[in-house]
């Protein structure tokens, strides 16, 4: 039986976890490559459920009433109750690197290549440009505005104009009651903040984190592609509190907070897998075939619906447990 593995539990034990870096206890290598979904096989099963038609995506996001999807510049707007009818989309000036729900309903694009975050509202379609030069990675809503990840320089913007420095790559925001957590895919560490844009002991995530998401209770869930593995972090204070084996090269993440379920592509096999969090450790409860490069997933908390998106272009799937 697979069991959990024991995991540094503080900042101050992280460096005897293996070799490190010369400059950086974070960084495993002197050399910093972030992990990326395998390339997937032809010809496996199947895929599990309904695919319709979609050029390749490896963006979703889900809010009420509306699947998002991205190809190249292009965001797409269905409606999950009628995914027959043509999708409404946004065109932006460049792909975006993440998709982001709201609070308030709208869709924040992270668009590095222009210089800015657009902020998409989904009932009008429209598209308001917000200018944050550096090339953002990923925005994230928090209390007072948002948060935004720079690549040049690799920094975080936190509303009130406080910055938090000093990241490789800081490609994953997430937020756990009001406070952002930095997921960055090259020292493969999760870093919280203060509101003043302070870190905070960071921990190691792996041996190549590439998503990252929130759940109810307060913790910080991982994907280590690179270690095949389900990450779990408890956030006051930081620990790693589960570290699950996930074989197939995983990727893709979403979370449904009403199950308890982390959803994970596995871009080795084209699977999607569904995983019970809310015990001690992680339970495999779902899986079924995909379409080829799932490289995306997002789930629909009020039905349980899980759509995956293929990179490759061979379709949008439709998974009900």
Request: hydrophobic share 45%.
């Amino acid at each position: 039986m697979r069991r959990l593995v024991a995991a540094c539990l503080t900042a101050t034990v992280l460096t005897g976890c293996g070799s490190v870096g010369a400059e950086d206890p974070l960084q495993v290598t002197d050399t910093l490559v972030a992990a990326a979904p395998a390339q997937s096989p032809a010809g496996t099963a199947a895929p599990a459920g309904p695919v319709l038609p979609a050029p390749p995506s490896a963006l979703t996001a889900f809010l009420p009433g509306t699947l998002a999807t991205a190809s190249g510049s292009t965001v797409s707007l269905r409606d999950p109750r009628d995914l027959a009818r043509p999708p409404r989309t946004v065109e932006l000036p460049a792909p975006p690197a993440t998709l982001r729900p709201t609070p308030e309903g709208d869709l924040l694009a992270a668009v590095p290549d222009a210089d800015l975050v657009a902020r998409i509202d989904p009932a009008s379609g429209t598209a308001e440009r917000l200018p944050y030069p550096g090339g953002p990675l990923d925005a994230i809503a928090v209390p007072g505005g948002l948060a935004v990840a720079l690549s040049h320089p690799a920094e975080v913007l936190l509303p009130g104009g406080a910055r938090a420095t000093g990241f490789s790559r800081p490609a994953e925001l997430v937020a756990v009651d009001g406070q952002v957590h930095v997921l960055d895919t090259l020292t493969t560490s999760l870093t919280p903040l203060d509101a003043d844009g302070e870190k905070e002991a960071a921990l190691r995530a792996g041996a190549g984190a590439t998503r990252a998401v929130a759940d109810r209770y307060g913790r910080v869930l991982s994907v280590d592609t690179r270690g095949e593995a389900l990450l779990a972090f408890a956030t006051e204070p930081l620990i790693m509190k589960q570290r699950y084996p996930v074989p197939g090269a995983p990727f893709g993440l979403a979370y449904d907070p009403v199950r308890d379920l982390a959803w994970i592509t596995l871009t080795g096999s084209n699977e999607l897998v569904g995983y019970d969090v809310a015990g001690g450790e992680p339970r495999e409860v779902h899986r079924v075939p995909t379409v080829r490069q799932p490289d995306s997933a997002t789930v629909d908390p009020a039905t349980g619906a899980v759509y995956v998106a293929s990179a490759a272009g061979a379709g949008l799937q439709v998974v009900t447990p």
